[in-house]
């Protein structure tokens, strides 16, 4: 089993940044990918980023290429998304999700594909 624990989150004006860090703890020698999603009231879950944690491999949403950045630090078990030039429309309630072990290529952006999620950490942007 592995718990995640997302920090970082809180209000910041449009322009500004923020960083999330999520961190791992348990059984987290087989990690293999992590991943941030977002979710804002009435919307579904939206895939943000993702990282293979052994390559170090990035995936990124359409909506947040060039301004988000997803990083790892393994030795600490800990992932982090770097968000700059924030806009309102980034509002939402951020997940951490943990893919615990390698079962063939991966979809970073299906929910489905993680096995474990953190509580979430909220971000609000004001414009």
């Known amino acids: 089993q592995v718990q995640l624990v997302e920090s970082g989150g809180g209000l910041v004006q449009a322009g500004g940044s923020l960083r999330l860090s999520c961190a791992a703890s348990g059984r987290t020698f087989s990690n293999y990918a992590m991943g941030w999603f977002r979710q804002a009231p009435g919307k579904e879950r939206e895939f943000v980023a993702g990282i293979v944690l052994g390559n170090g491999r990035t995936y990124y949403g359409d909506d947040v290429k060039g301004r988000f950045t997803i990083s790892r630090d393994n030795a600490k078990n800990t992932v982090y998304l770097q968000m700059n030039s924030l806009k309102p429309e980034d509002t939402a309630v951020y997940y951490c999700?943990?893919?615990?072990?390698?079962?063939?290529?991966?979809?970073?952006?299906?929910?489905?594909?993680?096995?474990?999620w953190g509580q979430g950490t909220q971000v609000t942007v004001s414009s």
């Open positions: 999700a943990v893919r615990t072990y390698f079962r063939g290529t991966l979809s970073p952006n299906t929910p489905n594909e993680y096995d474990s």
